[in-house]
């Protein structure tokens, strides 16, 4: 599979995916793609699936949430999200979610991009469809390649 420069299309679960921690990320376009203007993504996640408090330094974050229900926290914010509703995470906040019904489908949006670069160097390369079988996280691996590409883990996942 070809990203090309004069334009492209990619169905569903089409683009080059990972295994990163409990999800299925495939990424639709990155900063090749986009001369660094976003990222795309199209990711799965089982339920109770919550990445780490985190902020992004460097991107605005964005969800749309095509099947399943997420709860997202934004700061001081929360809010129970389902299909075919958007999130917005700004930079510089503090934010996370986690899956309470699913497994969720969702496209998440970086801008500007970068976030696939991330995906790349701590996911994986799947070993079959679907997600992967859920594994504690590498917690210092993952701390010291977020800190790499802008991220700053500063809490816990959100319980579900």
């Known amino acids: ?44 996640a089982p339920p109770g699936f919550a990445p780490p408090l985190h902020v992004h330094h460097h991107e605005d974050e964005s969800f749309y949430v095509l099947d399943g229900e997420l709860v997202v926290h934004c700061g001081q914010q929360a809010w129970t999200v389902g299909a075919d509703t958007f ?19 969702a496209l998440q949006i970086t801008s500007p991009a970068g976030f696939e670069q991330f995906v790349n160097e701590l996911g994986r390369r799947p070993e079959g469809a679907g997600l992967p079988e859920p ?23 959100p319980a579900a």
Request: aromatic share 12%; glycine share 12%.
């Open 1 to 44: 599979m070809s990203f090309e420069k004069e334009g492209y299309r990619l169905e569903r679960e089409e683009g080059q995916a990972f295994w990163f921690l409990d999800t299925r990320m495939t990424i639709k376009a990155g900063g090749d793609e986009t001369a660094g203007g976003f990222t795309l993504l199209e990711f799965a």
């Open 87 to 105: 999130v917005f995470l700004p930079r510089g906040i503090p934010h996370s979610f986690v899956v309470s019904r699913g497994p969720v489908r």
């Open 135 to 157: 594994l504690p996280p590498d917690v210092p691996r993952v701390v010291e390649v977020s800190a790499r590409h802008g991220y700053e883990i500063v809490g816990p996942p």
